[in-house]
């Protein structure tokens, strides 16, 4: 069995794959894609027709998309989990991957590209634009901080896929010095500190040494 992963250790969407292929304990190789060169040749436009990060080739099956991605590799590959096998909890487990899709991660991404990326490029931040992120990103947080006040992690007391969606975007809240529209929640808050500590994020994130990757 081969595993490649062709994406970015610095992108969101990567991540969330690193960070399910660690809970896993898989195995894959990282080939690095850099967005706006690499991305666009006609080799990786056949692999990905958007032009986008990640992909996974496993053997001769191929797929794009994250949450498409972390989904199949939950269930293609041994270990724990990271679906939950009660139906409620499954789909309380869906229905926040939907709300992370739509409602958290347009209005985050807003932030982290006016506060994270546009720096690293040399452009202007757009203070209007990070204000009109917060307002339209504050109302999820406070449903996030509300949902989180009687349960551990988002889908019940365990660790999801869910949970792996949010935690690439919040990383870079806290980058781009608005790390308080979470720290200042307690329950959600509590559930990142939970989650950013184990040690599939801190692989992902390089502050461990990423046991997934072969060479």
Not at 178 to 183: A, N, P, Q
Request: aromatic share 10%; glycine share 6%; hydrophobic share 35%.
């Amino acid at each position: 069995m081969t595993m490649t992963i062709y994406g970015h250790p610095m992108s969101t969407c990567t991540r969330k794959v690193l960070t399910t292929l660690a809970e896993k304990k898989a195995k894959a190789k990282l080939v690095s894609i850099d967005l706006g060169t690499t991305n666009r040749t006609p080799d990786y436009l056949a692999r990905q027709p958007f032009g986008q990060i990640p992909v996974l080739e496993h053997d001769d099956f191929r797929l794009y998309e994250s949450r498409a991605i972390c989904r199949y590799l939950d269930q293609v590959l041994p270990g724990v989990s990271l679906t939950p096998s009660n139906p409620q909890q499954r789909a309380t487990m869906e229905q926040w991957i939907s709300i992370e899709t739509s409602n958290f991660t347009p209005h985050a991404m807003t932030l982290i590209y006016q506060l994270v990326f546009h720096p690293t490029r040399g452009l202007a931040t757009d203070a209007q634009k990070v204000e009109e992120g917060k307002a339209k990103l504050v109302p999820t947080l406070d449903i996030l901080e509300k949902h989180l006040g009687s349960r551990a992690y988002l889908a019940g007391e365990q660790f999801t896929l869910a949970d792996i969606g949010y935690l690439p975007y919040i990383e870079y809240l806290f980058a781009g010095n608005v790390g308080h529209l979470i720290s200042s929640r307690y329950h959600l808050n509590a559930w990142w500190e939970r989650s950013c500590h184990r040690s599939s994020w801190k692989q992902a994130t390089g502050k461990e040494p990423m046991t997934v990757y072969e060479t």
